[in-house]
């Protein structure tokens, strides 16, 4: 598997419990094209935000890098990549040491 | 064991909170840009700059690793500068805020992500009475510390959901390094403001500070607490 796709299949995880605690029934089965947040995504801001620190934890547990990607080129991007799962897995990679 | 992050425990009002709650049982994780000066097998030091926002992530990275989350944060380290306003350069504008603002916002941002998985975390930030006063010779001083109040209420507001309570406590002037360089006339001008007209005690703070981390102030956020009797 690319990288890229086992980034995606961990934020795939990481949407699907966040689906369940935060009861977000179009987000149980999520695929790498599933919209998130923005226009058309089901999450608010809160469950945003902890799908955020979710997904950094679990770079940091898997990888043992930290990220943060809440920074300023997250804020000054064009196109959030916040919106999908396959934009937040092209702004982990973007993120990670080589 | 319950972790405690307290920056700015180098000296001062920090350090003896660090000593207060090594000797109440917690482990605490704390900060300053020198060196330890305390030595406990449960507590550790990280020498950072609070504004750096590399070296913080750094920090909670190791804290998650090492002790898996946070329950409460004490954003101590703070400076001052006291001077007339017409003869602050810039440089020292920026320090100010940078420090007492940048730093709570960063270390607030970092931690509330480690007490996430925790009920009943508590933020309690520093501002002091210098704001509510509007002393003559503080004004970045005070402002920053308006900043850091108002950031204190928005934050309450945006962590409830995590169940993470954000209040902040006011002292009057303790006597630390950080008041060493105020004249005699001027800090009896200002205890003369207060309605108890004493100075302040580390214990004061650590009384109001107690408060806040008990499981029973859950209902208790945003809030300001100035000593003394300064509103
Ligand atoms: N003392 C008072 O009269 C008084 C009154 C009202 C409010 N307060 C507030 O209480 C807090 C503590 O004050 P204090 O009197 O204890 O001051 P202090 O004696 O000067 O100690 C300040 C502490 O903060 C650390 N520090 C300063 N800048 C830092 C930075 N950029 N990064 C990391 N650590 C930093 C210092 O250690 P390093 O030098 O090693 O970095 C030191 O441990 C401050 O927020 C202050 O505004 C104090």
New interface residues.
């Given amino acids: 598997m690319s990288e890229k796709k086992v980034i995606e299949a961990l934020i795939i995880d990481l949407v699907k419990l966040l689906a369940e605690d935060f009861q977000i029934d179009s987000l149980i089965n999520p695929d790498a094209t599933t919209l998130l947040y923005g226009i058309d995504g089901p999450l608010d801001s ?1 469950a945003l935000v ?1 799908l955020i ?1 979710d997904i ?2 679990a770079i ?1 547990e898997k990888f043992s890098v ?1 990220i ?1 990607l809440a920074d300023e080129k997250a804020m000054s991007a064009h196109h959030s990549p916040y919106r999908s799962v396959t934009s937040l897995a092209d702004a982990v990679l973007e993120r990670m040491p080589s | 064991m319950k972790t405690i992050v307290i920056t700015g425990s180098r000296k001062g009002i920090g350090k003896a909170l660090a000593e207060h709650y090594l000797k109440d049982g917690w482990r605490v994780a704390g900060c300053s840009r020198d060196d330890a000066s305390i030595e406990h097998s449960h507590y550790f030091h990280f020498s950072l700059d609070v504004s750096d926002e590399d070296a913080v992530i750094a920090m909670a990275h190791k804290i998650k690793t090492d002790f898996g989350r946070v329950n409460a944060l004490l954003n101590n380290a703070g400076i001052a500068s006291m001077n007339h306003a017409l003869l602050t350069p810039a440089k020292t504008v920026n320090q100010i805020l940078q420090t007492n603002v940048v730093g709570t916002f960063i270390f607030c941002r970092e931690m509330a992500k480690l007490m996430r998985s925790t009920d009943n975390a508590r933020i309690v930030n520093f501002t002091t009475i210098a704001h509510p006063l509007n002393l003559e010779g503080e004004a970045i001083y005070a402002a920053s510390k308006a900043a850091v109040e108002s950031l204190t209420r928005i934050l309450s507001r945006e962590l409830a959901a995590l169940k993470i309570t954000v209040n902040a406590v006011g002292p009057t002037p303790i006597d630390t390094d950080l008041i060493r360089g105020v004249p005699e006339d001027k800090m009896k001008a200002l205890l003369s403001r207060q309605s108890i007209q004493r100075m302040g005690k580390v214990t004061d703070v650590i009384n109001a500070i107690d408060f806040y981390l008990s499981e029973k102030s859950d209902f208790i956020t945003g809030q300001v607490l100035y000593l003394g009797g300064v509103s």
């Fill in positions: 809160m902890n620190a950094e934890d940091s930290s943060s």
